[in-house]
């Protein structure tokens, strides 16, 4: 056993903080981050892409980047055969609306974007105004009626808004137009990719000029119609304390919940496992863990021993 902590650290990462226009102060109000400035958008807390490369923290592999480690040590990640780390998990901050956007599949980047991975994504909302609504979807019926409807620049007529509260859980698929709206602070789990689109920003300028735009792509990859609603939100708000909930599986990511309270112990049996602590505080196996917290157990790793009171969203590749 310990021969095998020894060889398999917990990989404690040090978060990547972005600025955006939409972005707020809640990354360092809430969790303790030192942001550069109150319009800081993205907490990226695991990530290995180019964009946003986390640092391990200490231990043995201390100031290696998530990147290094995957070339050099694969066997912390069960060996896996991708050529990237392939996901990337984030704290977003929407003081403001963000753009409506959305992804490319794998196929549609490979092509256009320099080889890229494509975005599915998924959210869990951790905080959001009373009424809140999300934009997941929209309401062409057909290509033809999509592209009249943007050109007209008809878009409130069609996005569509769907409900939401503190708890809940999205799955965003390529090609699913969607935008997170002002208030929210999600936490999101996605392919490791940095490629969006934007159909729509609200007019906003940047120094005076609006933000790029990608309408021809956006046009290639949107999904017409859309996915229906009762496929996007699941409800997670009465999870059983102390026992692993998978919330999400897709062909690229498993996607846990867990909501600690006292002890608990289990075995770390997957490829990786990605950990966010959204809330308490607590220790595993000796280190302690409080919230804003992002590290990865290793493949390997081992009995994996719980005190505290946390709550945790957790991942690895699907």
């Known amino acids: 056993m310990e021969h095998t902590q020894i060889q398999r650290p917990i990989l404690f990462l ?22 550069p400035s109150s319009r800081t958008g993205e907490c990226w807390g695991i990530s290995a892409h180019p964009n946003g490369d986390t640092v391990v923290r200490e231990g043995i592999f201390a100031g290696k980047k998530l990147s290094e480690l995957w070339q ?36 549609y980047a490979a092509v256009h974007e320099n080889g890229s991975l494509g975005k599915t994504e998924c959210w869990y909302i951790l905080d959001c105004p009373p009424d809140a609504q999300l934009v997941a979807g929209h309401h062409a019926r057909t290509k033809e009626e999509l592209e009249e409807m943007v050109r007209e620049g008809r878009f409130e007529e069609l996005i569509r808004k769907i409900p939401i509260q ?33 159909v729509y920003d609200y007019n906003r300028l940047t120094d005076g000029k609006p933000r790029q735009l990608h309408i021809a792509q956006s046009m290639d990859v949107i999904t017409v119609p859309a996915k229906s609603v009762d496929d996007s939100v699941i409800h997670l708000s009465d999870l059983a304390q102390n026992t692993w909930h998978e919330i999400m599986a897709c062909p690229y990511y498993r996607v846990f919940k867990l909501n600690l309270d006292g002890n608990y112990h289990f075995e770390q049996k997957y490829p990786f496992l990605n950990v966010s602590v959204l809330e308490g505080c607590g220790v595993i196996n000796g280190h302690t863990l409080k919230k804003g917290d992002h590290f990865i157990l290793p493949a390997g790793y081992g009995d994996v021993q719980l005190q505290g009171e946390m709550e945790w969203i957790a991942s690895t590749a699907g």
Request: charged fraction near 25%; aromatic fraction near 8%; hydrophobic fraction near 35%.
């Open 166 to 198: 503190k708890g809940d859980f999205i799955q965003i698929d390529p090609g699913t137009v969607h935008a997170i709206t002002a208030g929210c602070l999600i936490l999101e789990t996605q392919q490791s990719s940095d490629v969006t689109y934007r």
């Open 14 to 35: 040090e978060p990547q903080l972005k600025e955006n226009i939409w972005g707020g102060s809640r990354l360092g109000t809430d969790y303790g981050y030192p942001i």
């Open 72 to 107: 050099q040590h694969r066997d912390l990640f069960g060996n896996l055969t991708m050529d990237q780390f392939p996901l990337l998990v984030k704290i977003i901050d929407a003081k403001e609306d963000l753009s409506i956007q959305v992804h490319p599949d794998d196929a």
